[in-house]
């Protein structure tokens, strides 16, 4: 019995700090937060908001994204094209507001998607969400 409390402590110690430090879970490499599928943005989307995110869009993330949001700009991974295509309608659903905020937000490795948090304030953040919400194809 002795023996089996020796290695039990260690592992869930262990199990504990990875708990702890993930804090978000993580979605096909994307790291959100528990909350991410229900939050909504908090800006007023309006023109001025769209304008605002457009030229986030245009200067940060076009040139692997695409001008229209195809997946299809000169940086972008030919063989993720299809999930680099911002303008499908049908993925509305499982990319929210919350959602798309974090996954730029906090970009991942594989597929290679840089983390905005160090570039953006959180309103110019909010204001790039509602700009690739609205590429999506009605």
């Known amino acids: 019995m002795r023996r089996v409390t020796m290695w039990v402590a260690p592992v869930a110690l262990w199990v504990f700090?990875?708990?702890?430090?993930?804090?978000?879970?993580?979605?096909?490499?994307?790291?959100?937060?528990?909350?991410?599928?229900?939050?909504?943005?908090?800006?007023t989307v309006n023109d001025a908001a769209l304008a605002a995110g457009k030229k986030i869009f245009t200067s940060k993330c076009e040139r692997c994204h695409g001008k229209a949001g195809k997946g299809d700009g000169p940086d972008g991974d030919p063989d993720h094209m299809m999930d680099?295509?911002?303008?499908?309608?049908?993925?509305?659903?499982?990319?929210?507001?919350?959602?798309?905020?974090?996954?730029?937000?906090?970009?991942?490795?594989?597929?290679?998607?840089?983390?905005?948090?160090?570039?953006l304030s959180k309103e110019q953040a909010w204001a790039l969400v509602a700009y690739v919400q609205s590429l999506r194809a009605k």
């Open 84 to 119: 680099m295509d911002l303008t499908v309608a049908a993925r509305a659903v499982r990319n929210p507001d919350g959602v798309v905020f974090y996954k730029f937000w906090n970009g991942r490795e594989n597929p290679k998607m840089p983390a905005m948090k160090d570039d």
């Open 17 to 43: 700090v990875l708990v702890m430090v993930a804090g978000a879970h993580s979605q096909g490499g994307w790291t959100l937060p528990p909350t991410a599928q229900t939050e909504k943005s908090p800006i």
